[in-house]
């Protein structure tokens, strides 16, 4: 049973709109979130994060919103741009955050057109 | 600074054999992580380190699947009898010490193809 799901494969958005997506999660003991890029080849690399004692988190065009009671968390790219085409990995961490393993969803394939 | 590194970053062998398969943290980072990615599948948690010690191995799928971190640095994970199955890429992550919240980074990953 996925205890994070990332429930679209892909989505495409034209440059300089906003890009939304989505993930959803099971567990009510995770109490940190993060979002990770992805590129063909290579590791997947951190983007941002959340506690579960904020609602939104902020760094340049990248915003995480956090609904605990919904279980559901979005990353909004605004405005896009062609470079952030990727894979985007929504993770959870749980019991305090500190050090445990992380939970991946199955990604959300971003494309934005020029 | 020098991010986490792998090697090889491709393996290809036949069913029945072993393999090893390297991450070189981050210097000073003491929390190791190995992860397998399957095709279209997110990362799946196998293996973490803190210093010497696996903190939790729970992820490993079974005892052909083994990991080492002697000195506390750079790990070896093994597989003994590769099966068809055990195909992915094979990711490792490290994280410093004293941190409050799991943010992990990544290497390229060693993509294993088992035939």
């Known amino acids: 049973d996925q205890q994070v799901k990332q429930n679209s494969p892909s989505l495409s958005v034209q440059e300089g709109r906003i890009s939304i997506l989505n993930c959803d999660y099971t567990?009510?003991?995770?109490?940190?979130f993060l979002w990770y890029k992805k590129y063909p080849a290579e590791g997947p690399t951190f983007l941002i994060s959340i506690s579960s004692i904020k609602d939104k988190n902020e760094d340049g065009r990248f915003t995480v919103f956090l609904n605990k009671s919904a279980k559901h968390l979005s990353l909004h790219i605004v405005p896009s741009q062609p470079g952030d085409s990727a894979v985007y990995f929504c993770?959870?961490?749980?019991?305090?955050?500190?050090?445990?393993?992380?939970?991946f969803g199955k990604g959300t394939k971003l494309s934005v057109k020029p | 600074g020098a991010g986490v590194s792998q090697t090889p970053s491709n393996k290809v062998t036949e069913k029945g054999k072993y393999v090893e398969l390297r991450c070189d943290p981050i210097?000073?980072?003491?929390?190791l992580y190995w992860y397998r990615q399957s095709l279209g599948q997110g990362p799946e948690f196998l293996i973490y380190?803190?210093?010497?010690?696996?903190?939790?191995d729970s992820g490993l799928p079974n005892d052909r699947f083994f990991a080492v971190r002697p000195e506390g640095s750079v790990s070896t994970l093994k597989i003994q009898r590769t099966e068809r199955g055990d195909s992915a890429v094979y990711l490792c992550?490290?994280?410093?010490?004293?941190?409050?919240?799991?943010?992990?980074?990544f290497g390229p990953g060693t993509r294993l193809t088992v035939l």
């Open positions: 567990n009510s003991m995770f109490d940190y």
């Open positions: 380190f803190q210093g010497t010690g696996a903190a939790d």
């Open positions: 992550a490290s994280s410093p010490a004293g941190t409050t919240y799991n943010e992990q980074f």
């Open positions: 993770a959870a961490s749980g019991i305090g955050g500190s050090q445990g393993n992380l939970i």
């Open positions: 210097s000073g980072h003491t929390a």
